[in-house]
């Protein structure tokens, strides 16, 4: 198995502080951040703006892994996308891409699968497999920015796919840092939504992290008691 660590999961932070460490220049990390987020390099060889000696030490430290597409199907109704995407591992997951009047809107898994078997959710009957990493969170992003929606058109998140983005905070919050980061995908928070089914001790952590993205709690009912028949895991 491969000992490298996985770049994708570092922030530009972290970056940095590597960079540092290697005994390069600080502007260094921005240009790789660049590479992986603005441009979607899947090899340190596509970075050319670095030296030969860097790009093979850094590929002795780290990897660079790439999702696959196990799969596509597009809705005839409305036009929408829904991609089978393969990890590293071989766990599958699902993101989908939608259009309105030349708006496109991703919604984007943060788990694979899902633990709280909502009844109205095939997801959550199979159950968790496991969190997704902030690379396999961000991934979902790259590959339908650069793959599927034209250049300079607006691209929302939505995080309302597998699972539920804040039992993930671990991999989450550095994938929301990542997301709004200048050298990276750099997106306004009006552009990203977090949907969660409610949990007000996370709700908090994400309110106190500094990171800033608009909020949809789930109800899908007008009185407690149903709504948690129907989300046996939703807080009140």
């Known amino acids: 198995m491969d000992s490298r660590q996985n770049i994708k999961d570092m922030t530009p932070g972290r970056i940095t502080e590597a960079i540092r460490e290697m005994g390069e220049q600080r502007h260094r990390a921005r240009q790789i951040t660049q590479w992986l987020w603005q441009k979607g390099a899947a090899s340190f060889d596509e970075m050319t703006s670095l030296s030969l000696d860097?790009?093979?030490?850094?590929?002795?430290?780290?990897?660079?892994?790439?999702?696959?597409?196990?799969?596509?199907?597009?809705?005839?109704?409305?036009?929408?996308?829904?991609?089978?995407?393969?990890?590293?591992?071989?766990?599958v997951i699902e993101t989908v891409l939608m259009?309105?009047?030349?708006?496109?809107?991703?919604?984007?898994?943060?788990?694979v699968g899902c633990p709280l078997a909502c009844s109205f959710c095939r997801t959550g009957t199979g159950g968790l497999e496991r969190d997704l990493t902030t690379?396999?969170?961000?991934?979902?992003?790259?590959?339908l920015r650069l793959g599927?929606?034209?250049?300079?058109?607006?691209?929302?998140?939505?995080?309302?796919?597998?699972?539920d983005p804040l039992l993930n905070t671990a991999n989450f919050f550095p994938?929301?840092?990542?997301?709004t980061h200048e050298d990276a995908f750099a997106?306004?928070?009006?552009?990203?939504?977090?949907?969660?089914?409610?949990?007000?001790?996370?709700?908090?952590?994400l309110a106190e992290s500094g990171l800033r993205a608009g909020l949809a709690v789930s109800l899908n009912a007008t009185d407690d008691d149903t709504r948690k028949s129907l989300m046996p895991s939703a807080s009140g």
């Open 187 to 205: 997106l306004r928070e009006k552009r990203i939504t977090v949907s969660t089914i409610g949990f007000p001790d996370r709700i908090g952590e």
């Open 99 to 111: 259009e309105a009047r030349g708006v496109f809107t991703a919604c984007i898994s943060s788990q």
């Open 54 to 91: 860097l790009r093979s030490r850094l590929s002795e430290r780290f990897r660079i892994p790439v999702m696959r597409v196990a799969g596509s199907v597009s809705s005839g109704s409305d036009g929408s996308q829904k991609f089978l995407l393969e990890c590293e591992d071989g766990a």
């Open 135 to 143: 690379g396999e969170i961000l991934d979902q992003v790259l590959l």
């Open 148 to 163: 599927h929606v034209p250049p300079r058109r607006r691209l929302n998140i939505v995080f309302m796919g597998m699972g």
């Open 175 to 179: 994938a929301l840092e990542i997301l």
